[in-house]
């Protein structure tokens, strides 16, 4: 896990917020992009985040 609290909340957030382009407004496929940061913030996991030792998770720090 390296991704933490606010971080993940905003990505769900923002993962939702963008998926829901495609169903009402203007109906934007590219709103699927969206599964991107609903994933990683579901999982608590960012592949580029590991890339770049980054972790804002404040629990363990094992990987």
């Given at each position: 896990m390296?991704?933490?609290g606010i971080d993940r909340t905003l990505r769900i957030i923002i993962g939702i917020v963008l998926i829901a382009l495609v169903f009402v407004?203007?109906?934007a496929s590219?709103?699927?992009i969206g599964l991107i940061?609903?994933?990683t913030g579901l999982f608590s996991?960012?592949?580029i985040y590991s890339l770049l030792k980054i972790n804002?998770?404040?629990g363990s720090s094992s990987s």
């Open positions: 390296n991704v933490g407004g203007p109906k590219w709103g699927w940061p609903l994933l996991r960012c592949p804002t998770h404040k």
